[in-house]
Every structure is written in structure tokens, then in C-alpha cells.
Nanobody, 121 residues
Framework: QVQLVESGGGLVQTGGSLRLSCAAS????????MGWYRQAPGKQRELVAA???????NYADSVKGRFTISRDNANNTVYLQMNSLKPEDTAVYYC???????????????WGQGTQVTVTS
């Protein structure tokens, strides 16, 4: 069974740091882009950061300079290092991955279950 499993969320004070991890498991041929989205109460889900298989990255303007996305291709894992956290970063964070599966080598987008990040003032 293919799945993405997230870890690392929690409660932190303003200015603190957290590191999120997301590991893909199952019968996976390869992984293209991976990324992190977040959804705050009453708001739409938004892209936070993304990284290609080659390591190119892009970030939402609101997190540039504070968050860093990285990946470990050998372990099918993506990370999000979050520094200088602000109360407006409070949200459920979801990882996503474009997985190449099956004998036909088709791409499917998978989502993690979500992990809560709460930043207190």
C-alpha cells in the first residue's frame, strides 16, 4: 500500500522552529515533485514549498527566508524546516508527492494525512 506519512508538527511559540518530515512508502518506482501545503481554519489550502527531483525549489512569498524544503531521495522523504515561526503560520500542513507507480509507470499525486502546527504569540 502506497502512502505518505507525516511527522513533526506541534505547538511552538512565536520565533520558534519545527521540522516536518514526510516519508513515502510502498511499491514506488520513482518520485517527481514533492511539496508541502497548508490549510488554516476558514482558508483555502495553499502551497508552502515544493521541490523537484533535481532539487529545484520554490516557496510561497510568506515563508521565503524562513522555511526550507529538502528531500532525501534514497529514503523517499521530504522535509520542511520552519524557522522564525509566526502565529499566521498556524495551520494543518500536508505533504504531497507525485509518485510514479505500476508497470505502466503512471504518475499519481498522493497526499499525507496532515499534521497540525500551532504557533502561539
Amino acid at each position: 500500500q502506497v502512502q505518505l506519512v507525516e511527522s513533526g508538527g506541534g505547538l511552538v511559540q512565536t520565533g520558534g522552529s519545527l521540522r516536518l518530515s514526510c516519508a513515502a512508502s510502498g511499491s514506488i518506482f520513482s518520485i517527481n515533485a514533492m511539496g508541502w501545503y497548508r490549510q488554516a481554519p476558514g482558508k483555502q489550502r495553499e502551497l508552502v514549498a515544493a521541490i523537484t527531483s533535481g532539487g529545484s525549489t520554490n516557496y510561497a512569498d510568506s515563508v521565503k527566508g524562513r522555511f526550507t524544503i529538502s528531500r532525501d531521495n534514497a529514503n523517499n522523504t521530504v522535509y520542511l524546516q520552519m524557522n522564525s515561526l509566526k502565529p499566521e503560520d498556524t495551520a494543518v500542513y500536508y505533504c504531497t508527492a507525485d509518485l510514479i507507480l505500476g508497470s505502466w509507470r503512471r504518475q499519481y499525486k498522493y497526499w499525507g494525512q496532515g499534521t497540525q502546527v500551532t504557533v502561539t504569540s
